[in-house]
Nanobody, 122 residues
């Protein structure tokens, strides 16, 4: 079994910064892509940023230039540095990871964290 544990959410004023962390643990053979998604009330979950095991990144247009995704492969951890936060960034942020597990073969599964609330006040 694999668990993703997020931390770092909270309440911040517009223009402020937060750093989210997500650590994966369990029976992990390897981790491919990792990413952050968010879901605001009444809206669909959307991709915020993703990073491959090799370090290639992609971002939603709405966060380009303000958010930075990074990862520490040795720690199975992904980070999201969020700067210049806006009220429209308010959402529950979810960590996602494509995890390969060895069990008489290598199988890849998609895992999600429990979510962490980010609230940006105006």
């Amino acid at each position: 079994q694999v668990q993703l544990v997020e931390s770092g959410g909270g309440l911040v004023q517009a223009g402020g910064s937060l750093r989210l962390s997500c650590a994966a643990s369990g029976s992990i053979f390897s981790i491919n892509a990792m990413g952050w998604y968010r879901q605001a009330p009444g809206k669909q979950r959307e991709l915020v940023a993703a990073i491959t095991s090799g370090g290639s990144t992609n971002y939603a247009d709405s966060v380009k230039g303000r958010f930075t995704i990074s990862r520490d492969n040795a720690k199975n951890t992904v980070y999201l540095q969020m700067n210049s936060l806006k009220p429209e960034d308010t959402a529950v942020y979810y960590c996602n990871a494509e995890v390969a597990i060895y069990s008489e073969g290598i199988y890849e599964y998609d895992y999600w964290g429990q979510g962490t609330q980010v609230t940006v006040s105006s």
